[in-house]
C-alpha cells in the first residue's frame, strides 16, 4: 500500500547489465525497468524511471549487439522509462602484458588493445538526479548502480534533507563508498524480482507494431 511518498528512479544502464545481467542472469535481460522499480518500492508512487545508457556499436564477435538493443529499446518505450543517451567509443591505448616481462630493450613489453569506454552517462545520471531534486519532482530519489562516482550527487542530496536510496547491483557487496553520505536506505535486486519484472515475449507499441524479444536472448 501506498504510504502517500514518491520516488524517482534513475538506473545506471551498464552498471545494471554488468553486475546483474550480462553473466549473473542472462535469462533476465528482457527487463521492464517500470515494473521492477515499481516492485522494488511498492510503498511509494512512483513518478517515473530514467535509463542512462548508450548506444552499443557492433562487435567483431558480436555484430548483432547494437541490434538486440535498439529492440530492448523500443520495448522500453511502450513504458513512460525515460532514456538518456551518452556515448560509447573504443579507446586504443598500449597496456603492459601480465604477467609483465621485459622486451629485448629492457621495458616493460605491452600489447596494443581497443578497450570500449562509455562516456557521458554518470554526469548525465548525476546532472538530472540534482536538478529533478532541486525542482521537487519527487520526496525521495533512487539511484541504481555500484559506481562511486555517482556519490557525490547522492551526498548533496543528503546533506539538504533529500531522501534517496541506493539499489545495489551487486547485493550485500555494494560499493561501501556509499555508507555515511545520508542515504535513507539500501535495497537489493533479487532474481525473483527480476524475474518477475520481465515483458512478455511480444508486445506492442503505440503504432501497433510488434516487439519480439531477441531470440538468441535465454
Request: charged fraction near 25%.
Amino acid at each position: 500500500m501506498s504510504s502517500g511518498r514518491t520516488v524517482m528512479v534513475c538506473v545506471d544502464g551498464f552498471a545494471l547489465y554488468k553486475g546483474l545481467l550480462q553473466f549473473q542472469y542472462p535469462e533476465c535481460k528482457w527487463l521492464d525497468l517500470e515494473a521492477l522499480s515499481a516492485r522494488l518500492f511498492p510503498d511509494r508512487d512512483l513518478v517515473g524511471v530514467k535509463l542512462f545508457t548508450a548506444p552499443l556499436k557492433p562487435l567483431t564477435n558480436d555484430p548483432g549487439v547494437g541490434q538486440r538493443q535498439q529492440i530492448y529499446w523500443r520495448a522500453l518505450r511502450t513504458t513512460s522509462v525515460e532514456i538518456i543517451e551518452g556515448k560509447f567509443n573504443f579507446v586504443k591505448q598500449h597496456l603492459p602484458l601480465h604477467p609483465e616481462r621485459l622486451d629485448s630493450t629492457g621495458r616493460v613489453a605491452t600489447v596494443k588493445v581497443k578497450r570500449p569506454e562509455e562516456k557521458g552517462s554518470d554526469v548525465a545520471l548525476a546532472s538530472h538526479l540534482l536538478v529533478d531534486a532541486f525542482e521537487g519532482r519527487a520526496d525521495s530519489y533512487a539511484v541504481v548502480t555500484n559506481d562511486s562516482d555517482l556519490v557525490p550527487p547522492m551526498q548533496m542530496l543528503g546533506a539538504r534533507g533529500t531522501a534517496s536510496a541506493l539499489v545495489s547491483v551487486a547485493h550485500e557487496r555494494y560499493n561501501k563508498a556509499f555508507d555515511g553520505v545520508g542515504i535513507e536506505t539500501v535495497r537489493q535486486i533479487r532474481r525473483g524480482m527480476l524475474e518477475a519484472s520481465q515483458f512478455p515475449p511480444s508486445i506492442q507499441d503505440a503504432e501497433g507494431r510488434t516487439i519480439r524479444k531477441p531470440p538468441n536472448w535465454p
